[in-house]
């Protein structure tokens, strides 16, 4: 099957959504091309800016064609528009149009599918009133208006199916943008298990903790991500303080931007040279999952991120808050997360709920057992990739 996907931004050394799509309809046997942006950095990205001077060029990622372009149009950072894209589409005559999110390009690959009827059109959706839609302007205007009525109205009877990615997108797009729930079917954002069961097999788990010198029967709390006072990471390292056990470390992997300075230094002061504490720093994906593979349980705050569904598939038990529109419990059939909800998010119920994972009679190991059984049912790109697929017949 030939699929073309289109998105904002697609970077090869990350794992969002759209990198595992591309490393599993791959592994399938799939013909996949995506059109993105000419973004490099993603810090850049998330704080729009961008070099529109940069040419366009084509890249190659699991074999899969990346077509990186420029912008024709960046309004604010929430409406961007590539140079044309109809002759790419022609060149490709895909079977299956994958939109990430609403994008004004999207119009061209539905001028393809009207001359091609057998050719289908699936969008995912990852916006929720946790990350969009914070004030007036934003929801009536940009969302009701210009979002709504010139983009999604116009081509949404031709969309086989919407994904979004959690409950909350659920919400906001039958609520924002009157989409039933007929129309949806949930999409998680799930994790590259593959490259999970690759890393248990090579013993990095040892290596790591003979680098930090973790003895194997110690405990290792893992946490991650860009440090910034929403993930709330400081109230683990609080919490972790008070507990005051030699034999449990705390991994903190990742760093801040230029904007969270700050908020470092107060992170390295809160740990105060405790030895039990260890900052690994930026890692790229496969680091990532080398350092879960070494640690016992995951702990996050605040401020969803892939790295939750990551832990799982490493077979983490999770600790997480839910500040609104975050809520895991879609994921939690087995029982492996402990959920906290924003009135609970404190350093006295992050350091209890810790405890009772940790020092209860099996407890922990019950759990591990329990994240390994959810990452199988919910998070194998595998399975997930069938989902996406359902909608297209291909006639031989």
């Not at 007036?136 to 086989?160: A, C, Q």
């Amino acid at each position: 099957m030939k699929i073309l996907m289109l998105c904002e931004l697609y970077i090869e050394s990350l794992e969002y959504q759209e990198n595992l799509l591309v490393k599993y309809y791959r592994k399938h046997g799939h013909e996949v091309t995506v059109i993105t942006s000419t973004y490099e950095n993603v810090f850049d990205y998330y704080n729009n800016k961008h070099d529109n001077s940069l040419p366009a060029k084509v890249i190659y990622d699991h074999g899969a064609k990346i077509i990186k372009l420029p912008f024709k149009f960046n309004f604010l950072g929430k409406i961007k528009k590539y140079t044309s894209i109809k002759k790419i589409v022609e060149e490709i005559q895909p079977d299956l149009l994958y939109i990430h999110d609403i994008m004004p390009n999207m119009f061209e690959m539905l001028d393809y599918k009207k001359k091609n009827p057998h050719v289908k059109m699936i969008m995912d959706y990852h916006a929720d009133y946790s990350n969009s839609a914070n004030g007036w302007l934003s929801l009536n205007i940009l969302h009701k208006v210009i979002r709504k009525y010139f983009y999604m109205d116009p081509i949404r009877k031709h969309i086989s199916k919407f994904y979004p990615i959690v409950p909350g997108s659920t919400k906001f797009l039958n609520e924002v943008y009157n989409i039933p729930h007929n129309e949806m079917d949930l999409l998680p954002l799930g994790a590259d298990t593959d490259l999970v069961a690759e890393i248990k097999k090579s013993g990095v788990r040892d290596e790591i903790r003979n680098k930090l010198g973790i003895n194997d029967e110690d405990v290792i709390i893992f946490t991650g991500g860009k440090f910034t006072p929403a993930k709330k990471t400081d109230l683990l390292v609080k919490a972790f303080n008070e507990i005051n056990d030699t034999t449990l470390h705390l991994l903190i992997v990742g760093d801040a931007d230029q904007h969270n300075q700050e908020y470092k230094k107060e992170l390295l002061a809160l740990s105060n040279n405790n030895p039990n504490i260890h900052y690994i720093g930026w890692l790229n994906n496969r680091g990532v999952y080398e350092h879960l593979s070494a640690s016992d349980i995951a702990v996050f705050p605040a401020s969803q991120s892939i790295v939750w569904q990551q832990a799982i598939a490493s077979g983490l038990p999770l600790i997480v808050g839910d500040v609104g529109e975050q809520s895991v419990q879609y994921l939690n059939e087995f029982g492996a997360i402990t959920e906290l909800k924003k009135e609970d998010i404190n350093k006295e119920q992050i350091k209890k709920s810790i405890e009772d994972i940790i020092y209860g009679e099996d407890e922990l190991s019950l759990r591990k057992e329990m994240a390994l059984k959810t990452s199988s049912k919910y998070l194998d790109w595998n399975h997930l990739i069938n989902k996406t697929l359902s909608h297209v017949k291909i006639s031989n």
